[in-house]
């Protein structure tokens, strides 16, 4: 089955997709949009009344052992694409199964400036991308690494040139390093969670360099260059019921 240039038509959009059905191989599925008027979906996000009218772009293919997917969304230069692949996707549904399901998901942001797209969204920037990897066949055996890196990050008066994560999570231990480089400060944090679930014991140094509180409280009256390192230790830590 084969069905190209396929047209679906709303109320205030348009779509062309392109639809491939092989039995027993692989099915593609592939969508794109003219301009979205994205004032037709605001059912789905009543609060958040986009102004932006982006192009939509679903591309996806998948057989009885993977799902693989890519979801962009651009408007100009602004564009943010999610990709994914999961192999043995059906255990999610079917335990007797007991394969083990592999992931790996990037997301690519750029040059996005939220407040572009509602007034009720923050002023900020962002470009850069995350991705996150991993296996498992349950929680109790989850295995997943995290890197994030990022050119670009603004948030009101607040910028940054440079922020970059890592974190490993192995069953039930955790451990991550960030660095940071902005206006306000060099940050580098680094942290080890043993047993997170059940009683976490917590080992970890952050080490802060030029800090100028100046930048941090928005105030010119005030200059300063500040460096120190934390190491801390802990283990047990239950948030109160209110937070």
């Not at 679903?58 to 651009?74: C, K, M, V, W, Y």
């Not at 960030?178 to 976490?200: A, G, R």
Request: aromatic share 10%; proline share 2%; with cysteine.
């Amino acid at each position: 089955l084969h069905l190209k240039n396929l047209t679906v038509i709303t109320k205030s959009n348009k779509f062309r997709s392109n639809i491939e059905h092989h039995q027993s191989e692989t099915n593609q599925v592939a969508l794109e949009s003219e301009k979205l008027d994205l004032g037709e979906f605001e059912f789905i996000l009543p609060d958040i009344q986009l102004k932006k009218n982006p192009y939509l772009q679903i591309t996806s293919q998948f057989n009885q052992d993977s799902l693989e997917f890519e979801i962009g969304l651009r408007s100009e230069n602004e564009h943010l694409t999610i990709a994914g692949l999961v192999d043995n996707y059906q255990a999610l549904f079917d335990s007797s199964k007991n394969k083990r399901i592999r992931f790996m998901f990037d997301l690519l942001i750029n040059d996005m400036k939220l407040r572009n797209w509602s007034d009720h969204l923050p002023k900020a920037l962002v470009t850069g991308n995350v991705s996150l990897s991993g296996s498992f066949t349950g929680l109790d055996d989850l295995d997943a690494n995290i890197i994030g890196k990022f050119q670009e990050l603004q948030f009101r008066d607040y910028f940054a040139d440079d922020l970059q994560l890592n974190a490993t999570y192995y069953m039930g231990d955790l451990a991550g390093k960030v660095f940071l480089h902005s206006n306000m400060t060099d940050l580098d944090l680094q942290i080890n969670i043993e047993d997170i679930i059940n009683c976490p014991v917590y080992d970890g140094t952050l080490s802060v360099n030029h800090l100028n509180l100046g930048d941090f409280l928005l105030s010119d009256s005030i200059k300063s260059d500040l460096n120190f390192k934390l190491h801390f230790q802990g283990e047990n830590f239950i948030p109160p019921n209110n937070l």
